[in-house]
């Protein structure tokens, strides 16, 4: 079965990419879950429109990779959230929530998709946050939780 993936899915490929798959793995997973669209024509010419927009918000290299990687490190990122005496959140904070803290930061635009956090995070404190930026290169920085 010929898709094109809209999504990143580990293993197969990034969005806009055409890959053949069988036919149950396709119809029964990619397709439901919205990670791909079948394959046609029309549809192919599609594939260019998602690659641009991949093209205008992805890491270019490496180099620019590790060159976020030492930015993001360096970067000291405050996220106020409400919280109750105890110190615990109402609610959990957000991967939206975080990258909107580390632009207010001063840090670089990133995809929310590619935050990787070990929990849900519903205290307040520092909380280690970890972003897969290339695949060969991951940053990892603290976010501080406080009360707001």
């Known amino acids: 079965m010929k898709i094109i993936l809209t999504q990143e899915v580990s293993g197969l490929g990034a969005p806009g990419d055409i890959v053949e798959v069988k036919n149950g793995y396709g119809r029964n997973y990619l397709l ?4 791909a669209i079948a ?14 927009a991949r093209s205008a918000r992805e890491i270019r290299d490496l180099g620019h990779a590790s060159e976020v990687k030492g930015q993001l490190e360096g970067l000291k ?4 959230a ?19 803290a ?11 998709r590619r935050l990787e956090l070990s929990g849900h995070i519903k205290s307040i404190g ?23």
């Open 39 to 52: 394959w046609t024509k029309g549809a192919e010419k599609q594939v260019t429109l998602i690659k641009r």
């Open 102 to 112: 580390v632009k207010a930061a001063g840090g670089p635009a990133l995809d929310r």
């Open 82 to 100: 409400r919280a109750g005496d105890g110190g615990r959140l109402f609610g959990s904070v957000t991967p939206a929530e975080i990258v909107d």
């Open 126 to 148: 520092s909380h280690p946050v970890r972003i897969k930026l290339h695949p060969e290169v991951t940053a990892t920085f603290n976010l501080n939780v406080v009360q707001g």
């Open 32 to 35: 439901p879950q919205g990670f």
């Open 77 to 80: 990122v405050n996220l106020k």
